[in-house]
């Protein structure tokens, strides 16, 4: 029958604590790279994104890092809250003639203990 | 202003028959994709459309699934024959994409949550 419930890495954290989530991507031409949170029964929203000429980049409370040595994606988040918890997904940009199509990693899931 | 909407938000069919979804993108977006979300997965690309370009249909699982977008603006995902293993999540996406720029942020509706019987 169908399995029941997520099968997602899990990060669980308490509040107040920072949380940082980490994320492998598969294409060293990857020029472009978006964080996104997926609360539950929402689409994606939007957080951060960052191009491959830098290696870090900050916004409100988040902050991402590049290692484009190690094919790497981190998202850095300062004093995490209740709020922050949902579905956290990377994706990277594969150029590939002229399709703009982003490739999603299964996501992580950040669950914030009060 | 107003973000990417999709309707209906949730649909139930049984096997065999033909579903339509929607999508609006955010008025004045060029490119609009489609993705599939199933259960506690990440997201699937089916198909992209930019412009007046050909779409990538790349992604579209059978010939049972098909995409159009009139007007450049509204696009509709019909699936033919639904079957069990179509239930998901269909997400629509839309982004801003100009001059010679191939990169782009993408911004999602709220999805259509699709159940097959």
């Known amino acids: 029958g169908e399995s029941v419930g997520l099968h997602l890495p899990t990060l669980s954290v308490q509040e107040g604590d920072n949380s940082i989530i980490n994320c492998a991507y598969s294409n060293s031409a990857s020029d472009y790279f978006i964080w996104y949170k997926q609360e539950s029964g929402k689409g994606p929203q939007f957080i951060i994104d960052i191009r491959s000429n830098m290696d870090k980049r900050q916004g409100q409370r988040v902050t991402v890092l590049l290692n484009k040595t190690v094919k790497h994606l981190s998202l850095q988040i300062a004093a995490t809250q209740p709020g922050d918890s949902a579905v956290y997904f990377c994706?990277?940009?594969?150029?590939?003639?002229?399709?703009?199509?982003?490739?999603f990693g299964t996501g992580t899931l950040l669950a914030v203990q009060p | 202003g107003a973000g990417v909407s999709q309707s209906p938000s949730n649909k139930v069919t049984e096997k065999g028959k033909d579903v339509e979804l929607r999508c609006d993108p955010i008025s004045g977006h060029t490119a609009l994709y489609w993705y599939r979300q199933s259960l506690g997965q990440g997201l699937e690309f089916l198909i992209y459309?930019?412009?007046?370009?050909?779409?990538?249909k790349s992604g579209l699982p059978s010939d049972r699934f098909s995409a159009e977008r009139t007007g450049g603006s509204v696009s509709t995902l019909t699936i033919q024959r639904t079957q069990q293993e179509d239930s998901a999540v269909y997400l629509c996406?839309?982004?801003?994409?100009?001059?010679?720029?191939?990169?782009?942020?993408?911004?999602f509706g709220p999805g259509t949550r699709l159940t097959v019987l």
């Open positions: 996406a839309s982004s801003l994409v100009w001059g010679g720029a191939t990169t782009d942020t993408q911004y």
């Open positions: 459309f930019q412009g007046n370009s050909a779409p990538d």
């Open positions: 994706a990277e940009n594969y150029p590939s003639g002229a399709t703009n199509k982003l490739i």
